[in-house]
């Protein structure tokens, strides 16, 4: 079955711990985005990769970090979560020649940090 | 830059009855895809209905159909026969036709709710 896998689901965490949360899609999709969803504000893009060791920022990447070392995994990483980084987030992939079929989703992980 | 804008944040329909969600959005380009997306309450993004901009004809998929209006930006959803089962979030979105460019940007959202 094609999908994205994101785990873990749900993540309670205390401020200034490291954290990962990982992305794998089996599609074969050369991009890959993480993106936060807060109440009132939608879907806003945290970072991007086109391919492999290839990321840019989106429009709100500050406080974290991503990887791009195999097409495959996209994680994200939070090297010093602070509370204002409680949200819901997503990992996505699509394909640069299938424009239309938009972007795969990952069943999002509930993050708090507290 | 691209913007996406749901102005409803909350809609509440009557089961079996009709509801239009709207969508406006800001563009120069003239090639471009349009989507909706549903969110139910087990988070999962799910891909609703979606539009080339150069197709005049309006995208439909079974009870789901919208409404292109190129020239004023807009692309809303209607729900016909509404179900209990349509009770979610949706989400526009708008994304560039482009071979270096698979960036999407959303609206912030409309939280359908479905009467019995």
């Known amino acids: 079955e094609a999908q994205v896998t994101q785990n873990p689901r749900y993540l309670i965490t205390v401020t200034g711990k490291k954290l990962t949360v990982t992305c794998s899609q089996n599609?074969?999709?050369?991009?890959m985005s993480w993106y936060r969803q807060d109440p009132g504000l939608g879907l806003r893009q945290i970072y991007y990769?086109?391919?492999?060791?290839?990321?840019d920022k989106g429009d709100v990447p500050e406080g974290y970090k991503v990887s791009r070392k195999e097409k495959r995994n996209f994680p994200l990483i939070l090297e010093s979560p602070s509370p204002n980084q409680t949200s819901l987030y997503f990992c996505?992939?699509?394909?640069?020649?299938?424009?239309?079929?938009?972007?795969?989703f990952g069943s999002g992980t509930r993050l708090t940090v507290v | 830059a691209q913007t996406v804008t749901q102005s409803q944040p909350e809609m509440s329909v009557q089961e079996a009855e009709t509801v239009t969600l709207s969508c406006t959005y800001d563009?120069?380009?003239?090639?471009?895809?349009l989507f909706w997306y549903k969110q139910p309450p087990s988070r999962q993004m799910i891909l609703v209905i979606r539009?080339?901009?150069?197709?005049?004809q309006n995208a439909t998929e079974n009870r789901f159909s919208v409404n292109f209006q190129k020239a004023a930006k807009s692309f809303s959803l209607k729900i016909s026969d509404s179900q209990l089962g349509d009770a979610a979030m949706y989400f526009c979105?708008?994304?560039?036709?482009?071979?270096?460019?698979?960036?999407?940007?959303f609206g912030a959202g409309t939280r359908l709710t479905v009467k019995p």
């Open positions: 979105a708008y994304r560039i036709r482009s071979l270096d460019n698979n960036d999407m940007r």
């Open positions: 996505a992939s699509s394909s640069f020649y299938r424009g239309l079929d938009g972007y795969t």
């Open positions: 599609m074969n999709h050369e991009y």
């Open positions: 539009q080339e901009a150069y197709k005049q």
């Open positions: 563009t120069s380009e003239s090639d471009y895809y």
């Open positions: 990769s086109m391919n492999v060791e290839v990321t």
